[in-house]
C-alpha cells in the first residue's frame, strides 16, 4: 500500500458509507465521486433526525422546536462561512445547487450590470451550467461570450488569458477544478486577470469544494458555488458566495415569502442579503446535513487537513495514470497533476460498453460527454471514460478497475 492509502488505513472511512457496499454485502468500487460523492452514516442520521424529531420549519415560527429548527439552519450557514473561510456567513447564499447559484448571478447580477458589447469569457473546458446561462444572459442583454483555449495537457490557458481580456470584459467565469480532466485553475492569477481589466470572476468550484482548502479572500474572486451533493452532503443544496458588497448591491430574483421586509400593493421591500436571494421555505433538513458533511469532512482529513484529502486524491490519481499507461489501446486525457479526476478513451471500445463491462465488476466509472460537449468537440472524441475519486477511494478501486480494463480488452479481442 502506497501513502495514497495512508488516509484510509488510519482510520477504514469507507465503513462510514453504507453506499459502497454491493447488494449483497460486497465491495462496490465507486469512481464516480466527481458526479456525487457517497453519504456517510453521519450525514444519512442528521438529515434523519432533522426529518423526524427535530422537524419543523424556520424564520417564522413562535414556538421552540421552530426556533431550534432555525437556529440549526442559521448555524450551518455559519458552518458554510467557516469552511470556505467568508468574511461573514452573510456572504452564503443558500441555493438549489451550483448550477442554480450560477443562474442567480446570471439572472440577477447580470441583468443589472451587462449590456450590449459587453464581453463574458469562459473556458473550453466549463461544464454546461457554466456555459448555458451566460448565453442566456447574452441573449437577452446583446452581449457577447469569448471562449478561452486551453494549454496541450488540457489546462485553462492563462497567457491567453491575461493577453486578451479587455475592458469591454465585465465577467470572467471559470472551473476552479474541471469536472472531466481534473485541471486545477491558477485561480489567484485568474482573478489578478480580471481585476486588471475591471471584471468580476466567478469560480465553479464544484470540483474544488470536496477536495481543496478554500478561502474565499485567498482566491480573491467575486462568486463561488458548490454543490452540497459532491461534498458528502444530500442533493437539492448548494452554495453560492458572493463578496458581500456585490450581493448588497444585487437586484432580488425570486419574489415570495423570506426575501421581503414588508409587502405592500403600493410597492414591496427587500431583506438585506442572503435572504433576499433566498425566497421560500428554504431547503432545511438540507442545510442541516450539509453542516453534519462539513463536520465529516473535516473530520476524516484529521490533522493534514483539506490539504491532506487533496493529496490522497490527487496520487490515487497519479497512481491510475500510470496504472491505465500500460495499456497501449488508452490514450489519458488532462495534464499530469489532476484533483483526483481521470479521463481517458480506449480504442476501438466506445466508453459505454467499457462502463457496462466494469459494472459487471462492480467498478462503477463514469462514460459520456460529462455535461462539457464543447470539451469533448475540443479533444476531438464524443465521450470519454471517467474514474473519479473520493476520501474513500483506496488503491484497491484502482486495481478492480485495471482488472476490468484487462477484461474488457480480451472481449474487444
Ligand atoms: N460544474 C461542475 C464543474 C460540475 O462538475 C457540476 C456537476 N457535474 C456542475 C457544475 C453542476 O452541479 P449541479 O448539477 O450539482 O448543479
Redesign the pocket.
Same mark, same amino acid.
Given at each position: 500500500m502506497s501513502e495514497a492509502d495512508t488516509l484510509v488505513r488510519q482510520r477504514d472511512l469507507r465503513a462510514d458509507f453504507p453506499g459502497l457496499l454491493t447488494a449483497d454485502g460486497g465491495t462496490w468500487h465507486y469512481l464516480d465521486t *466527481? *458526479?456525487t460523492a457517497q453519504k456517510p452514516q453521519a450525514v444519512i442520521d442528521a438529515m434523519s433526525r432533522a426529518l423526524g424529531r427535530d422537524y419543523a420549519t424556520v424564520h417564522r415560527g413562535v414556538y421552540s422546536r421552530s426556533a431550534n429548527m432555525t437556529l440549526g439552519f442559521e448555524a450551518a450557514r455559519r458552518r458554510v462561512a467557516d469552511f470556505i473561510d467568508a468574511a461573514s456567513e452573510n456572504e452564503v447564499v443558500f441555493v438549489?445547487?451550483?448550477?442554480?447559484g450560477i443562474n442567480l448571478v446570471a439572472q440577477s447580477w447580470g441583468d443589472a450590470n451587462i449590456g450590449p458589447g459587453d464581453r463574458i469569457m469562459l473556458s473550453q473546458l466549463e !461544464?454546461h451550467? %457554466?456555459i448555458v446561462p451566460w448565453q442566456l444572459l447574452a441573449e437577452r442583454t446583446g452581449a457577447e461570450i469569448d471562449v478561452c483555449p486551453l494549454t496541450e495537457d488540457g489546462r485553462i490557458d492563462l497567457d491567453w488569458l491575461e493577453a486578451n481580456l479587455t475592458e469591454r470584459h465585465k465577467l470572467v467565469a471559470l472551473?476552479h477544478?474541471? %469536472?472531466v480532466l481534473g485541471s486545477i485553475l491558477g485561480a489567484k492569477r485568474a482573478a489578478k486577470a480580471a481585476r486588471a481589466v475591471g471584471a468580476k470572476i466567478l469560480l465553479?468550484g &464544484?470540483?474544488s469544494a470536496p477536495r481543496m482548502r478554500l478561502a474565499m479572500a485567498e482566491l480573491d474572486c467575486d462568486f463561488f458555488v458548490f454543490?452540497a !451533493?459532491?461534498l458528502y452532503g444530500p442533493t437539492g443544496i448548494?452554495v453560492l458566495w458572493a463578496r458581500e458588497d456585490i450581493l448588497e448591491a444585487m437586484p432580488p430574483w425570486q419574489g415570495g415569502g423570506a426575501m421581503i421586509d414588508t409587502v405592500d400593493f403600493g410597492g414591496t421591500t427587500y431583506a438585506p442579503a442572503p435572504q433576499r436571494f433566498e425566497a421560500g421555505t428554504p431547503m432545511i433538513t438540507e442545510a442541516i446535513a450539509l453542516h453534519a458533511a462539513i463536520d465529516y469532512v473535516e473530520d476524516a482529513a484529521g490533522e493534514g487537513g483539506m490539504e491532506a484529502l487533496f493529496e490522497h486524491e490527487s496520487s490515487l490519481a497519479a497512481t491510475a495514470r500510470a496504472e491505465l499507461s500500460r495499456f497501449n489501446s488508452v490514450r489519458l486525457l488532462g495534464p499530469e497533476k489532476s484533483a483526483g479526476i481521470v479521463s481517458f478513451v480506449m480504442e476501438g471500445v466506445h466508453p459505454h460498453d467499457l462502463g457496462t463491462i466494469l459494472d459487471e465488476e462492480n467498478v462503477a466509472i463514469r462514460a459520456g460527454h !460529462? &455535461?462539457a460537449q464543447p470539451l469533448m468537440q475540443h479533444l476531438g472524441v464524443p465521450a470519454t471514460a471517467r474514474a473519479s475519486f473520493g476520501l474513500y477511494s483506496t488503491e484497491g478501486d484502482i486495481a478492480a478497475l485495471v482488472r476490468g480494463i484487462d477484461r474488457t480488452l480480451k472481449i474487444f479481442g
Open positions: *466527481a *458526479a438549489r445547487g451550483a448550477t442554480e !461544464h451550467s %457554466n472551473a477544478v474541471s %469536472n465553479d &464544484c470540483q454543490s !451533493h459532491k448548494g !460529462h &455535461c
